[in-house]
């Protein structure tokens, strides 16, 4: 009988279902195939969304789950389509409804600070979560990784066991299309295994470019453009359902961020660190090669990089004085890593992009008539941190679009399950960007770090259920039973000899005898012939306590 849920990927979605697990009482084991858990989720730079949090009630947010899941449905069109993918609709009542409770679940239970709230770009409140400093992804993972190693370590390794370097490579059934029961996985050279329920939350496939990938499968005239993602994001989690008949949905939408940060040094490099969202919620301004503007900055994803395509780069995102001064620890942490600049004066970005500093002046002076009049040609309806001063000072980055996020994925139901042809694959869960269709063919920014939170959750409670649902089952299977009667009566007749039973992985069961008695134990494996149908398998009487301890584990099958 499993006696634990083992989570694949160290991400956050992975590790809110192992703190969820411990939650409900279970035990968990975290595979990882890096050195170091964290993910993608560690990288995520503009927060978490959350409708009716705490901090949006202490700011008088008058937001609710109703108006984020319209929001999340309006985004989910995409391009070119009036209405959501049909599965789209229950993934994303469950993450609109739930964001609340994730966002003060992790201020509550790991302290973590997400006291500051703005609004991103598709959004129509200000819901999205971040602290004072650093980057909110990594600050969030880590405080979930950090208190997991620390129930590890205290435990011994009895309720959590974080196991690096274990590249999972299959999932294991007990029947063809049955029950999920365990993973194989490599490490060390060493092909090992782990049984009980399965998490997966491996991540999407934005960095798996092989000539075989999933994303040269799905979208190949994406393929040549850079990436945000790590090189750990290539599709393993899905690979490895699909190959027991799991379904996926919306595989075809793939997410173009259009600020990928430039580095001067290597406009070519092929992973590229991301602008983040929240600069343009602060009111940074987008600007092209010769100084004007093209697009709402607060527009969808998908439309800010589609107005990029069609217009002429270098582009560049712009931010003012006080808009800086809003977000200094992401400005002063872009330009350590010289992907962004500062300019004392709107006369040094001119010269810089070699245009005439009355260029630049004409474009600032627009746009504060534009947040002046609340009417702007391309539909921004919110001008944050305006006006713009050629006067003023400002931190400047070079944006290109970049490949960001799978929104397709497997295909799982608003518990989390994964989906097959024949329905629920028993045993088997999805959360984070490895799982499809919460989004639909757009997700907006800062639901990244909320499904997996969400999701993450979600998939731990039903994991544990399964657990508590196996070992009631096993209790009442009358093979079980009789068996563990036999131990039970043993324990009144020689009280120095114990007796377990556990399930086969062949479906019969594994008796375990230890004899006791003082020195050393021996441990002896014996298979069993099969016992009649009608009566389990015949345990011997015991033998005279022995000088030293020793085990006998007896295997029969049913």
């Not at 650093?134 to 435990?155: D, M, N, R, S, V």
């Not at 539909?379 to 070079?398: C, I, R, S, T, W």
């Not at 068996?483 to 020689?494: E, K, M």
Request: aromatic share 6%.
């Amino acid at each position: 009988m499993a006696s634990q849920v083992i989570v694949i990927g160290g991400g956050l979605s992975g590790l809110s279902a192992c703190h969820t697990i411990l939650e409900h009482g279970g035990r968990v084991c975290l595979l990882d195939k890096m050195a170091f858990c964290g993910g993608n989720s560690t990288k995520a730079t503009s927060g978490i969304n959350g409708a009716l949090t705490k901090t949006q009630v202490a700011h008088s947010i008058p937001d609710s789950p109703q108006i984020f899941e319209e929001d999340i449905m309006k985004s989910a069109c995409g391009k070119d389509h009036t209405t959501p993918p049909a599965h789209t609709e229950p993934l994303a009542k469950v993450l609109a409804h739930e964001s609340g409770p994730a966002v003060d679940w992790l201020q509550d239970a790991f302290g973590l600070d997400l006291s500051l709230v703005s609004r991103l770009g598709g959004h129509s409140q200000p819901r999205t979560h971040r602290g004072k400093e650093k980057f909110p992804g990594f600050t969030i993972t880590y405080g979930l990784l950090e208190k997991l190693e620390a129930i590890e370590a205290e435990t011994k390794g009895e309720m959590a066991r974080i196991v690096n370097k274990a590249t999972a490579t299959k999932l294991l059934q007990d029947t063809p299309g049955g029950n999920v029961f365990g993973v194989e996985y490599i490490k060390d050279g060493k092909t090992l295994q782990e049984f009980g329920p399965v998490v997966i939350a491996t991540g999407g496939f934005a960095a798996d470019f092989a000539s075989d990938s999933i994303l040269n499968e799905v979208r190949p005239d994406l393929a040549h453009l850079p990436t945000t993602n790590g090189e750990h994001c290539s599709g393993d989690g899905i690979k490895m359902a699909r190959a027991i008949g799991a379904d996926t949905v919306d595989m075809e939408s793939v997410q173009v961020h259009p600020t990928g940060l430039v580095h001067p040094d290597e406009p070519d490099a092929k992973v590229k660190f991301l602008a983040a969202e929240a600069l343009r919620g602060c009111g940074g301004v987008l600007i092209d090669a010769n100084g004007h503007r093209f697009c709402d900055e607060l527009g969808r994803r998908d439309y800010v990089s589609g107005e990029m395509w069609k217009n002429k780069g270098p582009f560049r995102l712009v931010l003012n004085g006080a808009a800086s001064k809003e977000i200094l620890w992401h400005c002063k942490h872009y330009v350590g890593r010289g992907v962004m600049k500062f300019f004392p004066h709107g006369n040094d970005l001119a010269a810089e992009m070699k245009i005439n500093p009355k260029v630049l002046s004409d474009t600032f002076q627009k746009y504060n008539k534009c947040a002046a009049e609340k009417k702007c040609p391309y539909g921004k309806k919110f001008f944050h941190n305006a006006p713009f001063e050629l006067n003023d000072e400002f931190h400047v980055a070079q944006v290109t679009p970049v490949l960001h996020y799978t929104m397709g994925g497997l295909a799982i139901n608003a518990h989390g399950e994964v989906l097959g042809k024949e329905g629920v694959i028993p045993g088997l869960y999805a959360a984070g960007e490895v799982m499809g269709g919460v989004h639909g063919r757009n997700r907006l920014g800062g639901n990244s770090l909320l499904d997996c939170v969400v999701y993450g959750r979600v998939c731990g409670a039903q994991a544990a259920r399964h657990l508590l649902r196996t070992a009631i089952n096993h209790i009442r299977d009358p093979k079980t039973a009789a068996a563990n009667r036999v131990g039970v009566l043993n324990g009144h007749f020689n009280p120095g000899l114990k007796i377990a039973v556990e399930p086969s992985a062949l479906g019969g069961f594994t008796m375990n005898v230890e004899f006791g008695g003082a020195g050393g134990a021996q441990a002896v494996e014996a298979p069993v012939a099969a016992a009649a149908p009608a009566a389990p398998a015949p345990v011997a009487a015991a033998p005279a306590p022995a000088p030293a301890a020793a085990a006998a584990s007896l295997t029969a099958a049913e």
